[in-house]
């Protein structure tokens, strides 16, 4: 398997595949060929399993994992060249290629994750600030799978933006869409936690959101972030801005996804995360995702 930046999903990856075997040795001290190379392309992000263990993770542009090993190419008459034997016709033939069943598993591989509980907004604010198109409606679980927004940047940085499933309360217990939503979270550099300002106590909704994450893995939910409080087109929202402030350290930027009022200030701040990441990374001699 070879990763490739290129590649965004594994529909394209067969349940099959069947290699080369070794060619048969022959005269004239001829070796037999080994079986020839063949590469699988498969999108940056993907966990290769063997009953049910993580055996790679192909996390940059050109890592590759060797899946199963070609036949060896069989051995030449020379090889049986002996004192009792001087002129051999003896040879092996090529051998069969390792056979293997591995499992593959994609986890997205985002700059940004959007975090919320569902109607939160989260979709509609992905379509206003990028190119993707993810379905947007009025009830709960419209994503049932990562969407990859990309936010372009006037000197050609992109930054990659997943909108993830919405999760419930519960969800590191597997409830809701559970490890389907919070295993795309390890991937993102840091989190837009989007909440709905028109709700009663929207602060609730960021604790809540925090512990999930805390849950499923220590550490998730102290990765740089900022609030986002959606709605703020609607007069309830505008009274729980100041409450909501008031309520938590984290930075808030108050938008509608909807009207696109404040996307500006947003779109600001997402581009200084960004650039903090990439300095981490390359402080720490990792190489930053790049789209």
Known sequence: ?????????????LPFYQ????????SKNCYGANGAYMYVKVPVGTLVKEDGKVVADLTQHGEEYVAAYGGAGGKGNRFFLSNENRAPTSFTPGEPGQERVLHLELKTTAHAGLVGFPNAGKSSLLRAISNAKPAVAAYPFTTLKPHVGIVHYQDYEQVAVADIPGLIKGAHQNKGLGMAFLRH???CGFLLYVVDLSVSQPWIQLQDLKYELEQYKKGLSERPCVVIANKIDLAQSRINLPLLKEQIDDRVIALSALTGDNLEELLLHLRELYDTYVKTEQSLGQSPVKW
């Open 1 to 13: 398997f070879t990763a490739d930046q290129q590649m965004k999903s594994l529909s394209s990856v």
């Open 19 to 26: 290699g080369f075997h070794g060619e048969k040795g022959g």
């Open 185 to 187: 979270i390890e991937r």
